[in-house]
């Protein structure tokens, strides 16, 4: 016990302590043995003078961790709006290509039928002989 600091005419007084902390933290005696437990199985990895260090290590740690997040969900957020900025690039695109598509169809189908009366497909001709017609 004195590796712990508690002599041995004072060990019942150090028990007493602790079961009478660990109750008022709602801990029961089974609690305790099983976080004691937990305890030195952790002490083996990690000294119990260095555990401080390593619980204020692991927070920092995981508070980079919760910054690194809070910037990645930043960065979807941005990749998404630029993804649904993409899509409605392209359905516009995909919309000017479908009516360039039906104007060619129509200026294709308007020559066709001229071609068959052997009528010259010459637009500016066509639009005055058009408005000739109209004025009558």
């Known amino acids: 016990m004195l590796k712990i600091g508690v002599k041995e005419d004072s060990f019942e007084s150090f028990i ?3 079961y009478n902390r660990s109750k008022d933290i709602g801990l029961s ?23 401080h260090d390593y619980v204020e290590e692991k927070t ?3 508070g980079k961790l919760e910054e690194k997040i809070k910037d990645l969900k930043v960065l979807i957020e941005n ?3 630029e993804a649904s ?7 516009k695109a995909l919309q000017d290509e479908e009516m360039a598509s039906s104007e060619l169809k129509l200026y294709t189908d ?8 052997r009528i010259p497909f ?14 009558g």
Do not use: C, M
């Open 29 to 51: 005696s089974q609690d305790i043995a099983f976080h004691l437990t937990d305890l030195i199985e952790f002490s083996k990895s990690v000294p119990l003078s260095k555990i």
């Open 85 to 91: 900025g993409a899509l409605s690039r392209r359905d």
């Open 122 to 135: 010459d637009i500016s001709k066509l639009v005055r002989v058009w408005l000739r017609y109209w004025k």
């Open 16 to 18: 007493s302590d602790v």
């Open 110 to 117: 308007l020559r066709e039928e001229l071609g068959k009366y």
């Open 79 to 81: 990749f998404q709006q």
């Open 60 to 62: 920092n740690e995981k």
